[in-house]
């Protein structure tokens, strides 16, 4: 596959960042392979002296070596290297050597000296920055050392810095990729259980995730409020925020489905978020109608519609699609922050789950910071979001504290 083929041109570093059995561990090997063989066995290839460096050395050892994709198993028997055990080495027919190195022991690489280096799983390591300083001043031999990492990513300063720098090239698969070679039965338990969710867009999708500083919410916090089912709810909203035009290049239009458990006081009240139907509308009616069809799918209480920038024609347009539909509007005073840091202290508390499966939300959630959106474009779906809680346990209208019956 295309992922696990080395890009051109000259680079120090390849990353290779890939979900759950997408193939990084294939690929590495075969790099490996590729730079220390020849034309023929014994002939000698671009690397003499490798480094294999995993998060220990039983993980490198049995992953990197001896694992199902590692070197020995794709190594032809004419070119199979034999393993020193004493020395955790390597050796080629043709003499290249690679030695195996622990993570968790960085002084351990202050000394060797490399012509390419095999790292895995980096983004793990818990002595990252130590250990990858002592792998760039060993990387010196030869005419163009190079690096080959891969790894699911996580957003973690080292693999940040290492994916800015000019010299490093990076390629990309989700577990689906490598699908053929992976058993059905765990492809859709994963899609099931982590499919759509922040964890399931690191770990299968190998995307990598980033908290901007100074977040109102934060990845792992939301990785924790996930909930696969919700209870029976007393109130539900569809909020929209609806974009301010209506063509290709428009924001899409947010639109958030919540529900709230409103058992005791107001202060012992939990939220649930329950969907998020986000559309890109081409046109008004279309988010309208995306709108009303959540709300009747969730059997939802109110719609409720910002309309700072529609007025009473956003009312129209909804109920074009639906004249009876039960609708609220709301007018922003202050701005998004402000509105959002009162929603963010109710995760802080405790008080709000996600269904699962609400990832471009909660991707959305972590770049909203206390000085503002840090991402591409407009917040829509978390402006949407803090609407729905902020109307159903930050300020309910006074009708709405008796809560409703509902049949199981």
């Not at 000698?44 to 294999?52: E, K, Y």
């Not at 995993?54 to 070119?79: H, K, L, N, W």
């Not at 919540?258 to 986000?278: I, K």
């Amino acid at each position: 596959m295309d992922h696990q083929l080395p890009p051109a041109g000259d680079w120090r570093t390849w990353v290779i960042l890939g979900g759950r059995g997408a193939g990084k561990t294939r690929a590495g090997a075969e790099w490996v392979r590729a730079m220390v063989e020849g034309a023929v066995p014994r002939a000698r290839g671009r690397a003499r002296r490798v480094g294999i460096i995993g998060e220990t050395y039983d993980q490198a050892r049995e992953v990197m070596v001896f694992g199902d994709s590692g070197i020995m198993a794709c190594a032809p028997p004419d070119r199979r290297p034999v393993w020193i055990a004493g020395r955790r080495m390597l050796e080629w027919p043709n003499g290249a050597v690679a030695t195996v190195y622990s993570a968790f022991d960085p002084e351990a690489l202050r000394g060797p000296q490399f012509d390419a280096v095999w790292a895995d799983e980096l983004a793990k390591w818990k002595q990252g920055e130590a250990t990858w300083d002592m792998v760039a001043f060993g990387l010196r031999l030869g005419r163009n050392p190079q690096a080959c990492i891969t790894t699911t990513p996580r957003n973690v300063p080292l693999l940040r810095d290492m994916l800015a720098r000019d010299s490093t090239v990076v390629t990309h698969a989700t577990t689906y990729a490598n699908a053929a070679n992976l058993a059905p039965a765990f492809l859709i338990e994963v899609q099931r259980r982590y499919g759509g969710t922040r964890q399931g867009r690191q770990e299968l999708d190998g995307v990598l995730l980033s908290d901007a500083p100074g977040a109102l919410w934060g990845g792992a916090a939301l990785a924790a409020v996930g909930v696969d089912t919700a209870p029976v709810m007393d109130r539900i909203v569809v909020a929209v925020d609806p974009p301010t035009t209506a063509h290709k290049r428009s924001d899409a239009c947010g639109i958030v489905v919540a529900g709230v458990v409103m058992q005791g006081p107001p202060q012992d009240w939990r939220g649930y978020v329950l969907e998020d139907a986000t559309v890109a509308a081409a046109s008004p009616l279309d988010w309208a109608r995306a709108a009303v069809a959540a709300l009747h799918r969730h059997g939802a209480d109110r719609l409720i519609a910002e309309v700072n920038q529609g007025g009473d024609m956003v009312e129209a347009i909804v109920r074009q699609v639906d004249p009876l539909v039960p609708y609220g509007k709301v007018t922003a005073t202050r701005g998004k922050v402000a509105r959002a840091e009162p929603v963010a202290a109710l995760y802080e508390q405790g008080r709000v789950a996600h269904l699962r499966g609400l990832g471009a939300l909660e991707d959305q959630m972590c770049l909203m910071t206390t000085g503002g959106y840090v991402g591409t474009g407009s917040p829509d779906r978390v402006d949407a979001l803090v609407w729905a809680l902020h109307a159903l346990m930050i300020a309910p209208a006074q009708d709405w504290r008796a809560p409703r019956m509902r049949s199981l």
